[in-house]
């Protein structure tokens, strides 16, 4: 399994930390164990400590990743949202503790044999998906369970998914993968993409393992390179960081990134 290091070492895909006052909305990660990191990027909690004086709108901005997510509260409520290829805003009310488990990219269809392109953009119950699945959550996840003990609970199920599974996997997407991140997602994927994939097969393999094409999931690896460098207003300004991952002016690059994180890079750094 050493195979797919090459996304745990090059892809770190950032959610943005929720900005409330006073903490009225907590959001955490915690890192997967050793035997399922190359699959798991982290386990996460967004919870209200209290209720809140009005609804809250969670953004989530595209990072290229398959989440599996549920509600602690009611475990039954288990669904799960595929790549998006833009921002996402969920409404969702005032008191709420949601769990979730963020594969890294092409690690869910390869463990669960699932289609990711069939889950683009959206957000399906659980239960249509992997009704064994959803059941198991359902079953084992109690409302008094802490999160650090329910990402115990998690792992050791992913661990034996993981253990029970004949991973078959092809070395040119890999390769392509691979690529794609070294560029920082800044690549011709039609010309550059040389790893042995015919046009047509690239499409067809990214469509399955992402839920999009190459040249589509290059975009985000790009924004999320972005975010990872963690650049301010003022940087931005001063060293034109853009200019590298081949944005030719700001104002083309403020509309692509609008379109992923949901604001403006000046809000969204301010």
Not at 36 to 56: A, D, G, H, M, R
Not at 146 to 153: E, L, Q, Y
Not at 161 to 181: E, H, K
Request: hydrophobic share 40%.
């Amino acid at each position: 399994m050493k195979e797919f290091e090459i996304i745990k070492n090059h892809y770190k895909p950032i959610q943005p930390t929720v900005k409330t006052e006073d903490k009225e909305v907590v959001y955490q990660e915690i890192r997967p164990s050793p035997t399922i990191e190359n699959f798991v990027y982290c386990f996460w909690q967004l919870k209200t400590p209290k209720p809140l004086q009005k609804p809250f709108v969670y953004r989530v901005v595209s990072d290229g990743c398959i989440d599996i997510f549920f509600d602690h509260n009611q475990p039954s409520d288990n669904f799960i949202m595929g790549f998006c290829r833009k921002y996402t805003e969920f409404p969702i009310g005032t008191h709420f503790d949601y769990i979730g488990i963020r594969f890294l990219p092409a690690a869910f269809p390869l463990l669960f044999g699932i289609d990711a392109k069939t889950l683009s953009n959206q957000s399906p119950p659980l239960n249509v998906v992997l009704p064994e699945l959803s059941d198991w959550i359902l079953a084992k996840i109690k409302r008094s369970d802490s999160f650090a003990h329910i990402t115990t609970i998690l792992s050791d199920k992913l661990a034996d998914i993981i253990q029970n599974q004949q991973l078959q996997y092809d070395t040119r997407f890999l390769n392509s993968l691979d690529l794609i991140f070294q560029k920082n997602g800044f690549l011709d994927t039609e010309r550059e993409l040389d790893t042995g994939l015919s046009a047509r097969q690239l499409r067809r393999i990214f469509n399955f393992y992402i839920g999009t094409t190459a040249k589509s999931f290059s975009n985000v690896v790009r924004f999320q390179y972005i975010l990872n460098v963690k650049p301010s207003r003022q940087s931005l300004k001063e060293d034109k960081l853009y200019f590298d991952v081949g944005f030719f002016d700001q104002a083309h690059f403020i509309k692509n990134f609008k379109t992923f994180y949901g604001v403006t890079p000046s809000e969204a750094f301010g």
